[in-house]
Each structure stands twice: as C-alpha cells, then as structure tokens.
C-alpha cells in the first residue's frame, strides 16, 4: 500500500493528500502542487535523510529514507518510510514502515504496515493496520 | 516442526473457556478462549479465532487471533496477517505481517531502557540551518547539514 500509484508508461501519477486523504492525478515529474481538495500544499518528492534533522513539520506524499547518520526530530507524514538512524516524533505513513536493524524510533506511529528488524530499537505507542473496535 | 506436540505438550481446544491463571514451561496452543494471567518461560501461540483477554509474560508469542491485554515476551512476537492485538508490548524482537491490527504502547529491543544505546549529542545552534537539494533526475533529496 502506497501513496502514490503509478501505471506503467504513463507521466501520471495518483498521489493522497496527507491532510484530506482526497486523490489527486499529479505529472511525474512535479515536485509539489496545491491540493484542489483541501488546497494546503503538498511535497511530492522523495527525501533521503543522513544528518540531524528537526523540523516543526515534515510531511511528504513521496517515501522518506532516515540513513545511518541521520536523525530527525520531527513530526512525519510520509508514503514509505524506512529507519535507519534515529526518529523521534509522531509519524504517520500511508504504507510500509521498516526499521532497520541500526534503526531507533521513539514516539507515535500510525501505518498500515510496520516491520522491525533484529536490533532496532522501537519505543512508543503504535498503530497498526485497521482502527480498533469502539468496544 | 514448531507445531509439533513435543513442542506444544498443552493445547486449548477451540470450545474451551478457561478463566484464572496458566502457568506452563514448554508451549501451549490457545485455540478457545482465555480470561486471565499467562506466565510462561515457554512458547505461547494465540490460534486464528481464538481470543485472550489478559496480561501474558512468556518467552515467545505468536498472536494469529485476537489478543487484548499486555504482551511481555522475552524473546520475540510474532503477529500474523489474522492477528489483532490491543494493549501494551514489550519484547526485544517484533514480526507483523501486513494486515495484522496493533494498538497499544510498543518497546522492542531496548531491554527496558527506553534510551538510545547511544546518546544523541546536541548539534550546534551554527549548524542547524539545513538545506534540502532537489533531486538529480530520479535520485531522491538529499537533506543535510551545511556548515
């Protein structure tokens, strides 16, 4: 599961707001529009992350990469997102989150899909896969 | 074989309700229903369909059905594509398959120290500023720190 879905050959892509969840048909090659549902602006790019990084908000419809030497201090709506370093805040994927054998996570997670190697260290409150019953 | 009866000398069966405390030392298999406390140094296997309601400490745990309670297993959890798991989880090694449901406070692999095994030193205030490149053709961004 993904943001972003591409079919093969074509300069169009289908990308989901982070704030409205709306579909958006975006080009390939743009790197940010404006939302025509909730009109906030929207990052679609991919980003590689390999040192200290804080922000008030990190949010992209594109998979964030945290390397070895990174670490963010950030609050982060991602595609994909994968630990390699240090994390500490709130993330919110739309699809795989993995944290690498190196990898450090401190805080909230919300993603359909979580996977941990041996060695990470993972230290927060989760939320995986579909929302839990009312009762 | 994992699901062997050598490994899993005790099984509960699907019509089962058992409420108390189960204490055991190889493996048990929990088709049925439990309310209540597991203690275990052994394996712990949650059957698809069968519910747990209760705090579990075992060595390994493998959740296929549905669990609501704290999870605290010594060496590893295992949650499959059918599993539901509502409560706290403490372990050194964590599996979820995609489609498995966890909510609930999760440490892995810290041996209770909720610290990083190595501290994270404060950068400069000089050198916080960060630029964030745009991507060479279809190289992802690179954000780093420029001095």
Redesign the interface.
Known sequence: MSSTLTEPGASIKKVQCTYCDGMIDVSLRAMSIFCPHCKKRLILEDFKIDSYYAVREFSTCGDVVVEKKGHVVAPIKAGNLTVKGKVQGHVTARGRVQIKKTGWFKGELEAPCLVIEVGAVFDGFVRIGAAPSAT | MADSNQDFPTTLGADAVFKGQLHFEKGVRLLGKFEGEITSEGQLVIAEGATLTGDVKAGTVRVDGQVKGNVNAATKVQLSASA?L?GDLQTQ????A?????????????NGQ?K??VD?KP?SRS??F?S?N??KSSE??????KK
Do not use: F, H, K, S
């Open positions: 539901r509502e090694r964590l599996e979820v995609e489609g498995a449901m966890l909510v609930g406070r999760c440490v892995v692999g810290t909720t990083p095994a994270i950068v050198a916080e960060v964030v745009r991507p992802p961004a690179q954000a780093g720190i």
